[in-house]
């Protein structure tokens, strides 16, 4: 059996693996991976990868996974690398820009007598850069909150999936980017359709809440995905309750009102409720009858990645309900609200966990091409 070592100079955290597992690929061999090191402060989203099992990984998996047909394991150690390459052949990545040199898996397979070989990736032009730039000839566009820098380079999996299924749907719409920290509510005046994306950098929160604010105030349809479904119903707060006031915890500890809050800390009328403090990893909602959501996956449960900390606040969800906020999916025994929707919208649909990270070329995600489908009354 053979250890095979890809050496990948990229130093783009959305690439992480990806020349590998199209190696893996070619090969019909395993892929495993090292623990990597990537700089958080200039890339907050560099692990954003949620492995099927639980934990985060290098956001780049998520490109692996699509060209691999399967989920990605964590990153394994030297020893369980070489356990695997003594029965089979093996594909690893090896990415000197995120801290990893091979040094220990040479010398282990040299000691172990197991074959070892090298190839250089192919430049970052090559096949294993899925996400291409979508034609700019319409008038109208997607509005993508967040940098394009973060979606190309960083995090890709939003990008992807919204590319996915306008290619599914042979729509001839561009995609813009729009940075989160910019204020001008202008830069939205063209928009079919807004993208509220996930991610853990906080200095996004105000800005996709400007966005929300304006989607609700124009009509305009709107998805949010996990960070973009708190911001969302957090602009829904404000401008539908006329609570100016409201904001995530996690965004302003201070705030008077807090529409998410931590789930570790939640408290019911019998005690402490037994919530995970950090929940990651693949799991089934409950879809509520009768709501856009359930129409759309024609399901009693939906099967989708989560990762957070945070949840909608019990203290807030009944007021929303009342100003006909929609609770869509919910899980631990409807305590966690996964999913939000507003009936007197075009589309307003927000969900907790990350459909962006199931989806393959062929299958986008149902709620993606829902989105999609409602933009075209706007083109």
Request: some cysteine.
């Given at each position: 059996?053979?250890?095979?070592?890809?050496?990948?100079?990229?130093?783009?955290?959305?690439?992480?693996?990806?020349?590998?597992?199209?190696?893996?690929?070619?090969?019909?061999?395993?892929?495993?991976?090292?623990?990597?090191?990537?700089?958080?402060?200039?890339?907050?989203?560099?692990?954003?990868?949620v492995?099927?099992?639980?934990?985060?990984?290098?956001?780049?998996?998520?490109?692996a996974?699509?060209?691999?047909?399967?989920?990605?394991?964590?990153?394994?150690?030297?020893?369980?690398?070489?356990?695997?390459?003594?029965?089979?052949?093996?594909v690893?990545?090896?990415?000197?820009?995120?801290?990893?040199?091979?040094?220990?898996?040479?010398?282990?397979?040299?000691?172990a007598?197991?074959?070892?070989?090298?190839?250089i990736?192919?430049?970052?032009e090559a096949?294993?850069?899925?996400?291409?730039?979508?034609p700019?000839?319409?008038?109208?566009?997607?509005?993508?909150?967040?940098?394009?820098?973060?979606?190309?380079?960083?995090?890709?999996?939003?990008?992807?999936?919204?590319?996915?299924?306008?290619?599914?749907?042979?729509?001839?719409?561009?995609?813009?980017?729009?940075?989160?920290?910019?204020?001008d509510?202008?830069?939205?005046?063209?928009?079919a359709?807004?993208?509220l994306?996930?991610?853990?950098?906080?200095?996004?929160?105000p800005?996709?809440?400007?966005?929300?604010?304006?989607?609700?105030?124009?009509?305009?349809?709107?998805?949010?995905l996990?960070?973009?479904?708190?911001?969302?119903?957090?602009?829904?707060a404000?401008?539908?309750?006329g609570?100016?006031?409201?904001?995530?915890?996690?965004?302003?500890?201070?705030a008077?009102?807090?529409s998410?809050?931590?789930?570790?800390?939640?408290?019911?009328?019998?005690?402490?409720?037994?919530?995970?403090?950090h929940?990651?990893?693949?799991?089934?909602?409950?879809?509520?009858?009768?709501?856009?959501?359930?129409?759309?996956m024609g399901?009693?449960t939906?099967?989708?990645?989560?990762n957070?900390?945070f949840?909608?606040?019990?203290?807030?969800?009944?007021?929303?309900?009342?100003?006909?906020?929609?609770?869509s999916?919910?899980?631990?025994?409807?305590r966690?609200?996964?999913?939000?929707?507003?009936?007197?919208?075009?589309?307003?649909?927000?969900?907790?966990?990350?459909?962006?990270?199931?989806?393959?070329?062929?299958?986008?995600?149902p709620?993606f091409?829902?989105?999609?489908?409602?933009?075209?009354?706007?083109?």
């Amino acid at each position: 059996m053979t250890l095979h070592l890809v050496i990948d100079h990229t130093a783009r955290p959305a690439r992480f693996g990806a020349a590998a597992a199209v190696a893996a690929l070619r090969r019909g061999a395993g892929f495993m991976h090292l623990p990597a090191m990537f700089n958080l402060a200039a890339h907050p989203d560099a692990e954003q990868y949620v492995h099927a099992a639980g934990g985060l990984g290098p956001s780049g998996l998520y490109f692996a996974e699509r060209i691999l047909g399967r989920p990605i394991a964590a990153a394994a150690s030297v020893p369980e690398i070489l356990s695997e390459a003594r029965q089979a052949d093996v594909v690893v990545p090896i990415h000197p820009s995120f801290g990893q040199d091979g040094r220990l898996l040479r010398e282990g397979a040299l000691q172990a007598g197991i074959p070892i070989d090298e190839e250089i990736a192919a430049p970052e032009e090559a096949e294993a850069a899925p996400v291409q730039a979508w034609p700019t000839q319409p008038s109208r566009s997607i509005c993508l909150v967040g940098r394009e820098h973060d979606h190309r380079n960083v995090y890709p999996a939003a990008l992807a999936s919204l590319q996915d299924a306008i290619a599914a749907l042979d729509l001839a719409i561009a995609i813009r980017f729009i940075d989160p920290r910019d204020s001008d509510a202008a830069l939205y005046e063209d928009a079919a359709g807004i993208l509220l994306p996930g991610g853990s950098d906080m200095g996004n929160v105000p800005g996709q809440i400007r966005a929300a604010r304006f989607a609700l105030a124009r009509g305009v349809p709107v998805l949010g995905l996990c960070l973009g479904m708190q911001t969302m119903t957090t602009a829904f707060a404000q401008s539908v309750l006329g609570d100016g006031m409201v904001n995530l915890a996690e965004a302003d500890p201070e705030a008077r009102t807090k529409s998410f809050v931590a789930m570790a800390g939640d408290i019911t009328a019998d005690g402490p409720a037994t919530l995970p403090e950090h929940r990651t990893g693949d799991a089934n909602v409950d879809l509520v009858a009768g709501t856009r959501l359930a129409a759309l996956m024609g399901t009693q449960t939906m099967r989708v990645r989560c990762n957070h900390r945070f949840h909608l606040a019990p203290s807030l969800r009944r007021d929303l309900q009342e100003a006909g906020l929609v609770v869509s999916a919910t899980s631990f025994a409807g305590r966690v609200v996964d999913a939000v929707e507003w009936p007197g919208h075009p589309f307003f649909l927000g969900l907790q966990g990350h459909p962006e990270l199931a989806p393959t070329t062929s299958a986008p995600h149902p709620v993606f091409l829902a989105f999609l489908l409602a933009t075209r009354d706007n083109l």
